[in-house]
């Protein structure tokens, strides 16, 4: 069955520190991929997505996520994290039938 | 252009009362989905509705129906709420050419069933 797995559940880094918030899926079929964030008390917006092509996309707000087949990942990473990035980051693969499965979020906590 | 729109942003309700959640867009969106959001467990699939006049199970479909009433709304309701029902639900849609799977989320109801 398809699954996405983020291993950590929290995370703390302070600010300007480089960030990776790790992601692995499993799916049979070529993965369209997201990374969506999640302020509080928010909805969720898209970051970025990866269809085909390049395995390094880039996203909004300075992120960035590499696609690496042999690993089934997309592990989400910014060079310098800001206070205005703590959310809930969240994994997600498409499936058949235009649907998402989603991971259960790392909650990103920035330090001053 | 408001995207995804969600009625109510809260709600309570006691056990065995009736709600509907309504979710309308305004981005002429094909498919449209409900999800509910429990801490450590992300976001999960209650129903979806692919097109106008067709709708499906996802991965939590008990307790809950949905009515896909136009193109543009998409509505969830509980029958008779149990405290497993508290959540925060979230409506979403996607379906433009060439977004394959994007979906594009309300901004969530926060539902407390006691």
């Known amino acids: 069955a398809q699954s996405v797995t983020q291993p950590d559940i929290h995370i703390t880094v302070s600010e300007g520190a480089s960030l990776e918030l790790r992601c692995n899926y499993s799916?049979?079929?070529?993965?369209?991929l997201f990374w969506y964030v999640q302020s509080p008390g928010q909805g969720l917006q898209l970051l970025l997505k990866y269809f085909s092509g390049d395995t390094l996309v880039q996203g909004i707000k300075g992120f960035e996520a590499e696609f690496k087949r042999s690993q089934s990942s997309f592990n989400l990473r910014k060079p310098s994290v800001h206070w205005s990035d703590a959310a809930e980051y969240f994994c997600?693969?498409?499936?058949?039938?235009?649907?998402?499965?989603f991971g259960a979020g790392t909650i990103l906590r920035v330090k001053s | 252009n408001a995207g995804v729109t969600q009625t109510p942003k809260f709600q309570v309700l006691k056990t065995g009362q009736s709600m509907t959640l309504q979710c309308a867009q305004d981005m002429n969106h094909n498919s449209m989905y409900w999800y509910r959001q429990d801490p450590g467990m992300g976001l999960r699939l209650i129903y979806y509705s692919a097109s106008e006049g067709t709708t499906d199970k996802g991965e939590v479909p008990n307790g809950y129906n949905v009515s896909r009433l136009n193109k543009r709304e998409f509505s969830l309701r509980l029958e008779s709420a149990a405290p497993s029902q508290t959540s925060v639900y979230f409506c979403?849609?996607?379906?433009?050419?060439?977004?394959?799977?994007?979906?594009?989320f309300g901004p969530g109801t926060r539902l407390t069933v006691t």
């Open positions: 799916y049979g079929a070529t993965p369209y």
């Open positions: 997600a693969v498409g499936i058949y039938g235009n649907k998402l499965v």
């Open positions: 979403a849609s996607s379906g433009l050419a060439g977004s394959h799977y994007e979906q594009y």
